[in-house]
């Protein structure tokens, strides 16, 4: 069980970028994904999810900013991340869990980086 993450990079302030997770060695149709995200000095913090059935969920320092999504065909998890902010500068992981968004995420990608100017 794999996951890849990309697309970070720098941005400036009011820009966008899109974040991708590929998985590899399971369906991601049949875990929870969710976007991480960490920070020099502070705690990772779960930015997003899908959960098996579908259904999403953003922390509030993202919602209508962020959107997430997946396509079963390519394996992928996607983060579109709009109008970001100097805030939003951090690594970025993606994680899947068996259960649901709010349990145990087992397997996590490494991580890519994403750095906004102001």
């Known amino acids: 069980v794999q996951l890849q993450a990309s697309g970070g990079g720098l941005v400036q302030s009011g820009g966008s970028l899109k974040l991708s997770c590929v998985a590899s060695?399971?369906?991601?149709?049949?875990?929870?994904i969710g976007w991480f995200r960490q920070a020099p000095g502070k705690e990772r913090e779960r930015v997003s999810c899908v959960s098996r059935s579908g259904s999403v969920q953003y922390a509030g320092s993202v919602k209508d900013r962020f959107t997430i999504s997946s396509d079963n065909a390519k394996n992928t998890v996607y983060l579109q991340m709009n109008s970001l902010k100097p805030e939003d500068t951090a690594v970025y992981y993606c994680?899947?869990?068996?259960?649901?968004?709010?349990?145990?995420?087992?397997?996590w990608g490494q991580g890519t980086q994403v750095t906004v100017s102001s």
């Open positions: 994680a899947a869990a068996q259960a649901w968004c709010g349990g145990p995420h087992g397997y």
């Open positions: 060695g399971f369906n991601v149709d049949t875990y929870a």
